[in-house]
C-alpha cells in the first residue's frame, strides 16, 4: 500500500489517501488502470464492526472445517485465501474469539487484530481492510 499527498502549495492544507493494493497474484497486466480498483469513501462503505466480525467468523469456521474456502476469496486477495488454508491444516483444536481491537488510520483502511483461543494458546489474527469498490477487501492475514 502507498499513502500519497494531496496539496501542492506549502500553506494547503495536506491530506492522505489510500491507493490501494495490487492483488500480485494476477500478473502485471492487472495492474494496468482499465482494471485498478478505485478506493471508496467510508460513507460507501458497509459498516466495518459488522463486515469485519463476519469476515472473521468466517475464517474460524474454514479453519473448523464448516465452510470453504471460496466464501472468502471474493472479499480478500489471493494471498490472503492462500494463508487461510495453509493455516487451515495447522490448526486442529477450537477456536475462540476473545478480542477484536479496530484501527482505522486513514480513511478506507482497517487493521483488525483479534486475540484468539486456540485449544490452551492465545494467538493473535491481524487483518487489513482496504475499502475499493465500494466494498471491503482483505489484503493482509497474519496468524501469530
Known sequence: MQLQRI???LGSSRKLYLVPSIDKDFGEE??????????????????IHTWSKSFIIAVIEIWAGKRSIVQISGSSHRLVTRRVNYYAN???NLCKIRRIYLSQP??????????????????SL????????K???????QLI
Open 7 to 9: 496539496g501542492s502549495t
Open 126 to 133: 491481524i487483518l487489513r481492510f482496504e475499502g475499493v469498490d
Open 135 to 141: 466494498r471491503w477487501i482483505c489484503t493482509e492475514l
Open 90 to 92: 495447522k490448526i486442529q
Open 30 to 47: 492487472w495492474s494496468h488502470p482499465k482494471f485498478s480498483t478505485v478506493p471508496s469513501h467510508l460513507s460507501e462503505l458497509p459498516n
Open 106 to 123: 486513514i480513511e478506507g483502511v482497517s487493521e483488525i487484530t483479534v486475540t484468539l483461543l486456540i485449544g490452551e494458546r492465545v494467538r
